[in-house]
Structures are given as C-alpha cells and as structure tokens.
C-alpha cells in the first residue's frame, strides 16, 4: 500500500457517503509524485478485470444452469469486447442436487470459455455432489474454517459418475488437484498420504510435494525416490474431507483461503461491485418502486415489509427504495433492512434511491440493499445509536450498544460487497477509516 488518508467521523457519527458506498471507491488527487506514476505504470501493465457474483441454491435445477450459462457467456463476451480479464465466482452452497443436474453445471464449467476464469467460493461446509461443482471450477477459494469433500456421502456411486468426476478434476489443471486426491474424496475406503519428493542432486535438490494412494507410495518407493516425509492426512475408513486450513498446510485442493468475500475481490483484482450479486442476471427486469418516507417505526416497518411481500408474489424481481428519511427506530430498521438483503435468496435484486437524506436507521435500510444511488447533494449516514432521557433530551446510546452494531453493519457491507469500515464508522463515530492505494493494482480500498 502506498497512500493513505484518514479521518473521523464527527458531530453525532455523521458520515456522509456517497460514491464511495456505490463503487466502493473514491480518490483524491493532491499533487504527482512517483507512487502516482507507479499507480498509472501497474494499470496500464496489467489488463484491468471485471467479474461476477453468483450463489448457487441448495438444488440445482435447469433455472440455476440457465442463470449460470447467460452471466458467464455475458460476462465472457464483455471481457472479450474490452480487452479484460473476466472472473465468475461462484458461491457453491450445501445441498443436494440429482447427478445429472450436477454432472450438466459442471460439464458447462469446464468447457473452454476464453478469457473467463472460473473460481469457486466455498465459505461452509458443502460434501456430497454440491462439492463436484467445485471441482468443476478452474481455481477454489476456501474459507478456513470451511470443508469441502466427502462426494459420494458412504454411499457406492455409479462407474460411469465415478469417472465423470476423475476425468473433470483431471481436465481442469489445477495443480491443488491430483487423481489420488479425488479418489479419496470419492471413497472413504481410500487411503491417502502427503509425501514430499527430493530431485535431483544432494544439496542442490528440488522439492515438491503431492498426494498418493498406497500403491502410488509404493511405487515412488520402489524407484528409489527420495522421501523426506511421509504423512497419512486420510485413514481408511474415514471421510475425505479437508478443510481450509489443512488445504492451506498442505497445499491441496484449494487455491486460496481466505476469510470473506472482500478477500476474494481482493485476491482476484474485482471491484467492489463485482461481488454484489445481481439476482437480475440474464432476466428481464420487472421492476417496482417502494417508498419509505419518514420516521421509521414499527407501523412503517410493517407497511413496506407487506409491500415487499406483495411485490415478490406479484413476480418483481427488481425492488427500487426510494428512501427520504431522517431515521428512527433502530429494531425497525435493521428488520427492514435484513429483510430487503435476504431479497437476493428470492432472485430479487434491490436498490436504494436516495434524492434528499437518509439518516439513521434510513441509512441502515439502504445499506441492505444491492445498490445504493444519491443525488450529488443527497445526504447519507450518521447511523449512530442515541436514547431518549427523561426530559426531552439525546444521547449517545452506551458502548455495548454502539459496537455491536457497528459489527452488525460491518458484516452487512461485506456482504453486499462494500468497505465493512466505512459502514462501521457510521455507527461509532469513534472509528477511523483509512484510504488505502495499493501500488501494485491501483485499488482503492478502506480499512
């Protein structure tokens, strides 16, 4: 990182954002020196990326291939079109699907698709056929606290479903993935060891490590290849399931791993609005704007959450907030405002239209939703927690309710694919929020 400003949220945690909260980021220019220079020299060397989120249901059906097929040709034509790198991530959940739903994502995942890299993110545990979908996938970004494995669930699987999986893992080319690795994942009675390999001369050999059956063992043995270490990571007998931080200790099976979705941007060069998931992805908008003027209080709660169920019955799958509020009940905001983020389960893709204010609990609101649009001379923020005292008067709400809910609105940002730091600072106005540059690709980022 070479730049950084800094600042404090000031008054009552009053944060007024705009850009930032939209793209995830914003920069100011105050003179040329090298960095800058270096800043421009890292984009014009390397080829900027556009990417795209998508989770994957817990069943896969012809609507989930469709959905998947039309964002990675669409997002494959674009990268062609712009001269970019083109990254899908796919977010594979637990659950479980017929093979041959599996086996028809899967085979479209690992047919040639030019400029596209295909990446699976696994943030929980997914076992059984879900985790051939990542196999399918070129690179897989585990969470470290994640599992991925144990496909066929004890349970013997056809030949011909067998092979499929071996010869999918064998053509995707990724060097975390071996043959012995899949077999082990696919039969619990299989053994597997971890062994590393000395070539070439004493003192100047080189080492690698890889993944081997007992009989692969064996063989390396009989050669008399040099084995400095042998570990059995699978018994016989036992599920074939590895989770990040194992993956990450012996390099295998996963690419990354990492601890959220900002990682994953990071690591693959997306902006921060790739990683907001677009639920109208390949489908024809049917849109409906819902406004929420006012204070915020349980009566309105319920009224906007009727209309959010009626407009989903009524089959709108885009939901635009027109939202001119200076706040209000804090338990009916955040209600709200985790209501309209839970909207993208129900493909519906959410937005926040702000032409004046939204303070507040307002602010919470918006921040749930998918995207977030101001007027240049709109007003954002300030969502600090206050109490009414006896007498009429305000104030600051205590410590054990202030970082509590900036935790909360952390989580809320990354998970919609904006800096958890500034959403934070719009509840502690204690908090510092710093603008970070890296060097290296130009990002712009907060922390």
Not at 253 to 281: C, K
Not at 397 to 415: D, G, M
Request: with cysteine; aromatic share 6%; hydrophobic share 45%.
């Amino acid at each position: 990182m070479n730049s950084q400003s800094s600042w404090r949220a000031r008054g009552a945690g009053k944060l007024v954002l705009a850009t930032a909260l939209c793209a995830a980021a914003w920069s100011v220019t105050a003179g040329r020196t090298w960095a800058d220079d270096a800043v421009e020299d890292a984009r014009a060397e390397r080829p900027e990326t556009i990417g795209q989120f998508l989770t994957l249901p817990s069943t896969i059906d012809d609507v989930a291939l469709g959905r998947v097929n039309r964002a990675a040709l669409a997002l494959q034509a674009r990268a062609q079109e712009e001269k970019k790198r083109g990254v899908l991530v796919l977010e594979v959940t637990p659950g479980s699907s017929p093979f041959h739903q599996v086996r028809g994502l899967a085979r479209f995942l690992a047919s040639d698709l030019p400029q596209l890299r295909t990446v699976a993110w696994i943030p929980k545990t997914v076992t059984g056929s879900h985790a051939v979908l990542a196999l399918a996938c070129q690179e897989i970004a585990l969470a470290p606290d994640a599992e991925l494995g144990d496909i066929s669930l004890g349970k013997p699987l056809d030949p011909d479903e067998q092979a499929f999986i071996v010869n999918l893992a064998n053509k995707r080319h990724n060097q975390f993935i071996s043959e012995a690795l899949v077999l082990g994942l696919l039969d619990r009675q299989r053994e597997l060891l971890w062994v590393q390999i000395d070539r070439g001369a004493a003192g100047r050999a080189e080492r690698e490590s890889r993944v081997v059956l007992r009989q692969g063992l064996e063989d390396l043995q009989r050669s008399g290849a040099q084995l400095p270490e042998v570990r059995t990571i699978k018994e016989e007998g036992t599920t074939g399931v590895f989770s990040g931080e194992r993956c990450r200790r012996y390099r295998i099976l996963a690419t990354h791993v990492l601890g959220g979705r900002a990682e994953v941007a990071q690591v693959y060069d997306l902006p921060g609005e790739a990683m907001r998931e677009n639920a109208l992805t390949g489908e024809v908008p049917r849109a409906l704007i819902i406004r929420i003027d006012g204070p915020i209080d349980p009566q309105l709660e319920h009224f906007v959450q009727r209309q959010i169920s009626r407009a989903v019955a009524a089959g709108n799958n885009l939901l635009i907030f027109e939202i001119d509020s200076p706040g209000g009940y804090l338990s009916s905001s955040e209600t709200l405002a985790l209501t309209i983020s839970d909207l993208k389960d129900r493909k519906v893709h959410a937005v926040a239209w702000i032409p004046r204010e939204a303070y507040s609990g307002a602010a919470i609101i918006a921040l749930g939703c998918d995207e977030i649009y101001l007027r240049p001379d709109a007003m954002f923020g300030d969502a600090e927690p206050i109490e009414l005292k006896p007498g009429g008067a305000f104030e600051r709400a205590p410590e054990k309710l202030v970082s509590p809910l900036a935790k909360r609105l952390e989580s809320l940002a990354e998970l919609k694919g904006r800096p958890p730091a500034l959403a934070g600072a719009m509840a502690d106005k204690d908090l510092r929020v710093f603008q970070v540059t890296d060097k290296q690709t130009a990002k712009i980022w907060y922390l």
